[in-house]
């Protein structure tokens, strides 16, 4: 789940939040992804509008590991 989707969802980085059940400051920390433990908790809270897609998630890691860059389009090629 990508950041910027969570806040067009919610509408600003408190209510992402809010419905993350995190810090507003721990929002504005995120980079491209959200974190996992709060993407399950955002998509329940949209009411399946975001979608949690851990293949998303393993693509980045691997793609950390290998010392790619990442890149919003590539990661977000498999959603």
Do not use: H
Not at 2 to 24: C, P
Not at 43 to 59: F, P, T, V, W
Request: hydrophobic residues 35%; positive net charge.
């Amino acid at each position: 789940m990508f950041k910027d989707d969570a806040v067009k969802y919610f509408g600003t980085n408190s209510r992402v939040a809010a419905a993350a059940g995190v810090d507003r400051s721990a929002v504005s920390q995120w980079k491209i992804l959200v974190p996992e433990r709060c993407a399950q908790r955002l998509s329940e809270a949209s009411g399946g509008a975001l979608n949690y897609n851990k293949e998303i998630y393993d693509q980045y890691r691997r793609d950390r590991r290998s010392g790619k860059k990442i890149k919003t389009a590539v990661v977000g090629a498999s959603d």
